[in-house]
């Protein structure tokens, strides 16, 4: 069994007196697939911030063997420009990560989430599911090995949930890319699930 490709053991999270995560420990091994759920509160955005570096423990260990340049994330807020439009964002991104042929992977993932045709508008013209969908293309574009996402689905229409659906198969299908995906809705990854981790839970 090769070893996990993230551990975490009695991790703990406070923001001042109030303790957001306590004693969460779980391992997710390359190419698993791990659905964390809870309520509201239960701390399923911070466990996901710790994972990609953007907030640190308070206690307890976190191990992550993967480069952060080789993550991917969509959070709450989509981390794109919008002045720019979505050739322009993608471009950016790709530079920033020197991308190979970024060109041909750009065009690729605005044709697979549905973006081509609007690839020259400003994100300031996009709907919210759009730009959640632009997003997606951000966090994929340099083929990360760790996947990090937060409620993905949440600001997706039927078409698009459909089309992150099927991209979430394709990776897990890859089994050269790691899913860690806080969720309300865990059904939609079932077929996909190799671990469950729930929070806010006695």
């Known amino acids: 069994m090769s070893a996990p ?15 957001v995560l306590r004693d969460v420990s779980f391992g997710v091994e390359p190419g698993g697939v791990l659905v964390v759920t809870g309520p509201n509160g239960s701390g399923k955005t911070t466990l996901l911030r710790l994972l990609v570096g953007l907030a640190a423990p308070s206690r307890g260990s976190l191990e992550i063997a993967v480069d952060r340049r ?10 794109v420009y919008r002045d720019l439009t979505a050739l322009e964002n993608l471009d950016l991104y790709g530079r920033l990560y020197r991308v190979g042929e970024r060109r041909e992977r750009i065009g690729m993932l605005l044709e697979r989430f549905g973006l081509w045709e609007a690839r020259r508008l400003r994100v300031s013209a996009y709907s919210r599911g759009m730009t959640q969908r632009l997003a997606l293309c951000r966090a994929l574009l340099h083929q990360p090995e760790l996947v990090v996402l937060d409620e993905p689905h949440s ?26 995906v806080a969720t309300h809705e865990p059904g939609r990854l079932a077929a996909l699930t190799t671990g469950r981790l729930a929070l806010g839970v006695a």
Do not use: W
């Open 5 to 19: 490709l993230i551990r975490a053991d009695a991790l703990e999270k406070r923001y001042g007196t109030r303790a």
């Open 70 to 79: 080789r993550i991917g994330f969509v959070g709450h807020e989509s981390l």
């Open 155 to 180: 600001a997706l229409d039927t078409e698009g949930a459909a089309l992150l659906d099927e991209e979430l198969t394709t990776l897990a299908a890859a089994g050269d890319h790691t899913l860690v």
